[in-house]
């Protein structure tokens, strides 16, 4: 096997750093061979070289699909890359939910929301429900969670009054719906709410979907961001973290805890 050189990473098709990739585009003209060439010469633009449109097709009226494959001399030194990571540790719902009432002695309570126009709760739901995603339980089947799932296209002030209502300790907030980056409007209009009803940090705030990252969630504020292959447990094992984190600090405690004091 070939030895991989990190300091100028490349693209891997047929053999190590051949630099091969597979590019896919749509252009606003009928397919034709000056449609062929007109997709070739824009990827040579790119900077790719040895271009092969390896598919073309009519997909709407004045619409060309290509799928290309070519290659690129160009690396980056993978040693070099810092990208914040959730980390954690691992731990099963029964050790989650094991140390949930040893540390925390309460449920934690989690309301979660598509808001704006996304309508699709796929991603919520796989986290939210008891059924989970691919074998990995969701939050409501956990003892240690008390969770509403507020479905889809909830305005973002309903989901703030819920979760005051609720007396949330965490907002779980999932975008699926990109286009024109419609996700980051919709995160930054949270946290502007939070900020403008005077709740800002109140809650553990955590947003997911396929074009979210945790570099992203936090540069706009969230403690945490979860995209394609996250579990439940990797959210509710965050959670359970951030919240005795928080309690540590002072920033929030045990509800045994607050009734001594309303004694």
């Given at each position: 096997m070939a030895e991989i050189n990190l300091t100028s990473l490349k693209p891997y098709g047929d053999t190590t750093d051949d630099g091969a990739i597979q590019l896919s585009f749509t252009l606003p003209i009928e397919p034709s061979a000056k449609a062929r060439e007109a997709a070739t010469q824009l990827v040579r633009n790119w900077g790719f070289f040895d271009v092969k449109i390896a598919h073309m097709s009519k997909i709407g009226v004045n619409y060309s699909l290509f799928v290309v494959f070519a290659r690129t001399d160009k690396g980056i030194d993978y040693t070099q890359l810092e990208v914040p990571d959730l980390g954690g540790e691992k731990r099963s719902y029964k050790e989650i939910d094991r140390l949930i009432l040893a540390n925390v002695k309460r449920p934690i309570r989690v309301v979660g929301a598509c808001t704006g126009y996304d309508a699709h709760t796929v991603g919520l739901d796989a986290i939210l429900s008891m059924k989970?995603?691919?074998?990995?339980?969701?939050?409501?089947?956990?003892?240690?969670?008390?969770?509403?799932?507020?479905?889809?296209?909830?305005?973002?002030?309903?989901?703030?009054?819920?979760?005051?209502?609720?007396?949330?300790?965490?907002?779980?907030?999932?975008?699926?719906?990109?286009?024109?980056?419609?996700?980051?409007?919709?995160?930054?209009?949270?946290?502007?709410?939070?900020?403008?009803?005077?709740?800002?940090?109140?809650?553990?705030?955590?947003?997911?979907?396929?074009?979210?990252?945790?570099?992203?969630?936090?540069e706009l504020g969230y403690d945490a961001g979860f995209t394609i292959g996250a579990r439940p447990s990797d959210v509710a094992n965050f959670l359970y973290e951030k919240l005795v984190e928080r309690m540590d600090k002072g920033e929030t405690e045990p509800m045994s805890r607050k009734k001594k004091r309303g004694k």
């Open positions: 989970g995603f691919d074998g990995d339980i969701g939050l409501e089947r956990y003892k240690g969670f008390r969770t509403v799932n507020m479905g889809s296209q909830v305005p973002t002030e309903e989901l703030i009054d819920r979760a005051v209502k609720e007396k949330a300790d965490a907002i779980l907030l999932s975008k699926v719906v990109s286009q024109k980056d419609i996700h980051l409007s919709d995160m930054r209009d949270l946290m502007a709410r939070l900020k403008k009803r005077g709740l800002e940090g109140k809650f553990i705030l955590v947003a997911g979907g396929p074009r979210v990252t945790h570099k992203m969630a936090l």
